[in-house]
């Protein structure tokens, strides 16, 4: 028997940062929700009781680096599961790209292997496995559009931003989500980005006020060690998005773009001087 399951791309439309808490993460607050560019994970059983990984993508680890097999490997010891499974990641999203490549697979792994094992475990179980394995596994579980808080893994559901044009631009580089946090000084930040106005934006379905209230305390820390990140919200401002954010930790940039006509304009001319640049919808 197979199983196909679709891991989609996560953006971040606000991220503050609370402060450090006793056990190294750090309290946040984010708005997150998921673009129309996925891995598509295949999984099939083996008769013999082992995790295979495999990959068209020769730059991820196939490995228990791997976090389709942590959660394969959590799955199967917490319900007793003496089967084996042949993951296979068919890899759409670019790697260590702030968008959340790697939980959205465990997530989606944690998902289909409910499904082929007939486990029944409830969405809530599923989002408390994938806290174990990453701060964004649990929002990934569901998906939608959620405001994240704890260490991201306490979710209120919202409804979807209206819908638009999300345009990712990812340099060249490869961004440490954990150098980047321990580098937040949370005591020094002067302009926190407010949850509370991007809910509302959200909930009044106001595409303006939600480009308005974009904010990302991460981009403090990520654009002083790599300013080709700011170089690249600069074009994507100079190109005409209507709103411009750095996801996550980086090194990705997004662009929120509401006419359809402006798209090939702000696409070919970040392609000009950025390989890894995507034209999607949100997922709604
Ligand atoms: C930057 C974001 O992707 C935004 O959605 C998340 O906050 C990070 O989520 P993630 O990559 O799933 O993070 P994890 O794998 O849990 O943690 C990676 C590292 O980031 C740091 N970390 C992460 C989340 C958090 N709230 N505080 C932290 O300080 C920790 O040093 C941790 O060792
Ligand atoms: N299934 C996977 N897909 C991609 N990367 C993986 C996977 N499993 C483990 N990794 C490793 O995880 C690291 C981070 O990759 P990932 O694409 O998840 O980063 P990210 O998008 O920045 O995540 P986040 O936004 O949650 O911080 C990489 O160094 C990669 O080698």
Known sequence: MKIYEKAPAKI???????HKRNDGYHEVEMIMTMVDLSDRLTMSELPRDTIIISSQAGYIPLDEKNLAFQAARLIKERYNVSRGVHIHLDKH?????????????AAAALRGLNRLWKLGISDAELRALGA???S????????GTALASGRGELLKPLPNPPQ????LAKPPINVSTAEVYGRVKADQITRHPSAQQMESAIRNASFTEV?????NVLEEVTLKLYPEVEHL?????????????MSGSGPTVFGLVSKEAKVPRIYNGLRGFCKDVYAVRLLT
């Open 12 to 18: 971040n439309l606000m991220l503050d940062v609370l």
């Open 93 to 105: 999203i670019p790697v260590a790209a702030g968008l959340a490549g790697g939980s959205s697979d």
């Open 132 to 134: 174990e394995l990453g």
């Open 136 to 143: 964004d596994v649990p929002f990934c579980i569901t998906g």
């Open 164 to 167: 638009c044009w999300v345009i």
């Open 211 to 215: 480009c308005s209230t974009l904010g």
């Open 233 to 245: 919200k600069n074009s994507m401002i100079r190109l005409g998005a209507d709103g411009v954010l």
